[in-house]
């Protein structure tokens, strides 16, 4: 379905409904929303009208593909092979593939993976320094594109000794502060400035594509922004106005 989510042109959902199992997940949007519906958002179902919605496009596009869910959750198991179909069936499109399960990702494979589908980016969230574990794993899994989401960005994550993995093994990065309300169940944490140019700059050092998406709320606060979110590139410091993608 059509996006703002800057980094993408589509989001697909074969199935939504996930279980918090990070800080990230904190202030959930998909748990948000769901609770606009009416709906349970730790049920996960799969999608009625949306799973085959990839056949519908028929340029070329970047598919963030699950972003009510996660696409290695284990209740997905029933699901995904059809969806892996779908995905080799549709080459012209690429999904951006983001999890906080990689442990699963190796186990959820499908049969003729090889070293990767051309059309398949594998992503993990690394959102504070207790999480970056999940950086070494994905390393350990095969993939044309791998990247990593420092969103929403919690605290300083230290990534000098993953250096050597990040230029090895990595493409791309994404960081974005969290964005959220003053009130209510669905709020925001800080962010700074020197954590998003710290983890900007060593990204840049091993070579990976940079997009910086939002400063988050916080920001917007502290530094009297226009945009809620701080999303706007044209409000960014310098340092920051960057949005590359993988070669």
């Given at each position: 379905m059509g996006t703002t989510i800057e980094w993408t042109d589509e989001t697909w959902n074969?199935?939504?409904?996930?279980?918090?199992?990070?800080?990230?997940?904190?202030?959930?949007?998909?748990?948000?929303d769901k609770m606009k519906y009416g709906?349970?958002?730790?049920?996960?179902?799969?999608?009625?009208?949306?799973?085959?919605?990839?056949?519908?496009?028929?340029?070329?596009?970047?598919?963030?593909?699950?972003?009510?869910?996660?696409?290695?959750?284990?209740?997905?198991?029933?699901?995904?092979?059809?969806?892996?179909?779908?995905?080799r069936n549709t080459p012209h499109l690429t999904y951006q593939i983001l999890t906080k399960r990689p442990e699963r990702i190796l186990d959820?494979?499908?049969e003729d993976w090889g070293d990767g589908y051309d059309n398949?980016?594998?992503?993990?969230?690394?959102?504070?320094?207790a999480t970056r574990h999940r950086i070494s794993t994905l390393s350990e899994v095969p993939a044309r594109v791998r990247f990593i989401s420092f969103e929403p960005l919690l605290e300083f994550i230290e990534l000098a000794e993953y250096l050597p993995i990040l230029t090895q093994y990595y493409q791309w990065a994404i960081l974005g502060g969290e964005s959220g309300n003053n009130n209510g169940q669905y709020r925001y944490r800080p962010c700074k400035l020197e954590w998003l140019e710290y983890v900007?700059?060593?990204?840049?050092?091993?070579?990976?594509?940079?997009?910086?998406?939002?400063?988050?709320?916080?920001?917007?606060?502290?530094?009297?922004?226009?945009?809620?979110?701080a999303k706007d590139i044209n409000e960014f410091p310098e340092s920051l106005k960057v949005r590359e993608f993988p070669s």
């Open positions: 074969p199935w939504h409904g996930c279980h918090k199992i990070s800080d990230g997940c904190k202030f959930c949007y998909m748990y948000r709906q349970d958002a730790k049920v996960v179902v799969r999608g009625k009208t949306t799973f085959n919605y990839p056949h519908k496009l028929t340029e070329a596009k970047r598919v963030f593909t699950c972003s009510w869910s996660d696409f290695f959750i284990e209740e997905a198991d029933q699901w995904r092979d059809e969806a892996w179909d779908i995905i959820c494979l499908p398949v980016w594998l992503g993990v969230t690394v959102e504070n320094n900007a700059d060593v990204c840049k050092m091993a070579q990976m594509a940079v997009f910086v998406k939002q400063l988050g709320t916080h920001l917007h606060y502290e530094l009297g922004l226009r945009e809620r979110h």
